[in-house]
């Protein structure tokens, strides 16, 4: 037919050429060239080669697809022209896409085609294998379901790619989406098997196979029973390749549906084709349940194979309206395959009517285009004149535009370069260096003058972490990561935080200089630094005088107790120091003497705030430590250390301090108007003597022995005075918060002589309880604790001993992790340890140079401290108990001998 309209419009065109040859000079090109193409293509049957063509499958290789599989392997593919490779699909995939993309030419679809018609996706369905959709609700029978609504309250899990057809169904059901628990399908049919769920969205061909081989009843719920008849599997290809290709299109659909009947026909031996060549991923009972199951949703005996009717494709797509899927009336145009398309002869028979109106019009046209031309040049010449005038116009405008635009950025210039200057004089006579870097260090060259005096150098150009780190390449390396990472950060909390951790004083050719930093916004930072050396100088004096004026109060308070210490440490430089050195023992032995004993004088002379001589024993601690650890430990070794720590001179420093201070007759009363300690003991003797010489009763001169001898006596608990200023300055310099120290109990009168050394020694106590003992604030908070921490204090009288306890409420000691520094140490095995009881382990402590704290500092943690408690205790024959626990606290409860029953020691001495 469109072969006989060319001839005709042909014939007709010729004709009126050929009355017109006068005037062939005016007919166009174009018009020959298009009458030439409506001339009958000599050679239209030219055969077509193999073309190679790729079949995406929807999911894994089965018998859903076994036409497509008959296609290929009797060779109806091959005698249509095509060699087809057939793509199994995957989980996860998106297999409309691969069509889409150009990856395969052809797919198997849903009915969910028209979605994608709906996002603008050019599919076209071109056959249904699947005249209804195996689509449905499985259940187990005998869960109380017996219909569609018994699905209320029920657990479903829906495969997403089921909703639209699952939705219609329930929404034609009158079953609302919130009337039962929806699930993700995620478990195969094991969910339902186990119980998890009850009912589950599935394929009628596929998965109930698994419950009916376990002979487990099942039900099924089809859409069709709720009016909802979607078709199923269909074979669907591009717009543009079916436009492209029609020919082959039609040609792959007939190999096709051709495949398909055959399939139907011979499902063992597809069977077979299928486990031999393409999976075995589904045994043979399981593919001929899906023939079986197939045979009512494509009915091949009833419907032509791969028919489709648009009336069906219509109530699909109400439908999915219905549901909010699809707009209303959505136009199923070029979405479904025409095989074989009625000509549509509307536009050629328009063709014809307007080239005969277009040839009668085309010689009054003729006759007027000359008129028109000429009227037109004219026309053209005006405006062309007239834009000139105009262009020239605007040139004239923009540049006096342009000329009042220099003039007003030459002034505003001119101020800002003003205001920079004001700046900049302001920075240079503030007395601070401002200075700005980018993220590779290099300073601009905006700083102010007071840079220059800082570095004594011009530092525009240079690397400030150069600048600040002169020959300590980690520190310039980590200062400019540091620096590079605050730059990048984005959030300002975090780049705030990291601000905080750098460095905030740096010390440049002696001086020391404090800085403080910005970020800019240009990926730069901008450095303010202060020369404070001066500042600090002056903060350095006046906490040397704050040490200073707490030395004097120290001694002013307790003039006794120091002028006994000050007794007791020349002692012990002038005799002890030597003798120790001397006395027959092993070097180790010696080391521990000195050890303990400079370790006791250490904690007593910072309880007093002496100015130079702790540091020194300090010192002479951790040299001696390091002595006994070395290989070449020996006497002469230890000799030759002791005289490189020069005592004396340090301990002489600051007794000429306070001399000073307090002038030469307060040093030389030490403090206070006593009564002679000698002149006590003379009169001792010769009330002694008397009672020697007198005949008489001398029970009245014995009285007046003791009460003379008890003049010299004191209470036990002024020894121990000192140690509640020593508790509060211990808490305060550790940053923890304990109440106020009181010795309280009984007053009961001692010799202070007999138990200076112990009352001495216990400093460590009170230390180690300060140190080890309390917590800090914040995990007393955490423990449950009130922040405030306690040490008590108690002295009573028992008999013939002093009960004195000392306790506090702290962390308690932990004994395992005692033990394990013992083993450590190599002071005892495993096997002793758990043979000691709980005190045998709390007594550990008192070992010498045994420690659990994780580090030595100036206030403990030597294991030392408490080994001089127990050598003094010994010394008075006393004794202690420890009990502590864990978390709560510990006490130490010390018996010692009473003064009286030491009477006898003071009668031999004074005789």
Known sequence: MKKLINVVILLLISSFVSAASAEQSIIPTALTTWLEKLKPSKDSSSPHPVEKVTLQLKWLHQFQFAGYYAAQELGYYRDAGFDVTIDEGKPGQNLIDKVLQGESEFGVGTSDLLLQRAKQQPVVVLAVIFQHSPIALMYKKGEKIGTIHDIVGKRVALDFAFE????????????????????????????????????????????????????????????????????????????????????????????????????????????????????QHYPREHLLFQYQQMLPLIQPKLVEMGYMHEGRWRHIANTYSELGMLPANFPLKDFLYEKNPRPDLTIIYWGIAVLSSGLLLFWGLSVQRALLNKRLRSEITLEIEKNQQQKQLFIEQLEQANKLLEEQVAIRTASLNNILEKLQTLLNNSGEGFLAFDAMMVIDDGYSEECTHLFSQAIEGKLINLLLFPDQLTQQTNFQKNMQRILRETDTFKQNLLLSLLPKQFKIQQKIIAASYRPLTNNTMMMKMVDITQAEALKQQLIDEKKRLLFIVEVVSEPKEFFDLKQDYQLFIDH??????????????????????????????????????????????????????TAHCSEIALKKLLLTHDLATHFQHDLNYL?????????????????????????????????????????????????????????????????????????????????????????????????????????????????????????????????????????????????????????????????????????????????????????????????????????????????????????????????????????????????????????????
């Open 659 to 911: 001399q000073t201070a307090l002038g030469e007759h307060y040093f030389d009363q030490k403090g206070q108007v006593q009564v002679s300690e000698q002149a006590l003991k003379d009169s001792i003797a010769f009330a002694k003597q008397l009672i020697a010489e007198l005949p008489l009763s001398s029970d009245n001169i014995t009285g007046l022995i003791h009460k003379m001898q008890r003049l010299r006596f004191v209470e036990f608990k002024s020894l121990l005075a000192s140690y509640s200023k020593t508790v509060q300055q211990l808490a305060t310099r550790l940053q923890k918060q304990i109440a106020e120290l009181t010795i309280e109990g009984d007053s009961v009168l001692v010799d202070p002589d007999y138990f200076y050394g112990f009352s001495k020694a216990l400093i460590h106590v009170f230390r180690n309880c300060v140190d080890h003992g309390i917590e800090s604030p914040e995990q007393r908070e955490a423990a449950g604790k009130p922040e405030l921490g306690n040490i008590r204090c108690q002295v009573s009288q028992k008999e013939h001993a002093i009960i004195m306890t000392i306790a506090d409420d702290g962390a308690g000691i932990d004994i395992a992790q005692l033990k394990q520094k013992c083993i450590a140490l190599g002071r005892y095995t495993q096997a002793q340890l758990d043979s000691f009881t709980e005190q045998q382990c709390l007594l550990l402590i008192f070992e010498p140079n045994l420690s659990t704290a994780s580090e030595v500092t100036l206030i403990s943690g030597q294991g030392v401290g408490l080994a001089a408690v127990y050598a003094e205790l010994e010394k008075i024959q006393g004794s202690v108990i420890v009990s502590s626990f864990l978390g709560q606290g510990t006490c130490f409860t010390f018996t010692l001998p009473f003064n009286d029953s030491l009477s006898t020691d003071y009668d031999r001495t004074f005789a």
């Open 164 to 279: 639209g057809e699952i939705d219609g169904f329930l929404r034609n059901e009158r079953i609302e989406p919130n009337a039962f628990t929806k699930m993700t399908l995620t478990d195969n049919v094991n969910g339902l098997i186990k119980g998890d769920i009850d009912v589950m969205s599935v394929y009628s061909t596929d998965e109930p196979f698994y419950l009916q081989e376990k002979n487990i009843p099942y039900g099924l719920f089809s859409p069709r029973e709720g009016g909802i008849d979607f078709y199923g599997d269909n074979l669907f290809t591009t717009e543009a390749y079916l436009k492209k290709h029609p020919q082959q299109v039609k040609a792959f659909v007939e190999a096709s549906i051709k495949g398909w009947i055959y399939a139907m026909d011979h499902p063992d031996e597809m069977i077979d084709l299928i486990l031999k060549k393409y999976s």
């Open 576 to 629: 002890d120091y030597s003798t120790i050195v001397q006395q027959p023992s092993s070097t180790m032995n010696k080391i521990d003497q000195l050890y303990r004993k400079v370790h006791t004088f250490k904690g007593v002379f910072l309880q007093k705030a002496l100015l130079h001589s702790p540091a020194v024993l300090h010192q002479l601690e951790a040299d001696l430590s390091a002595l006994k650890t």
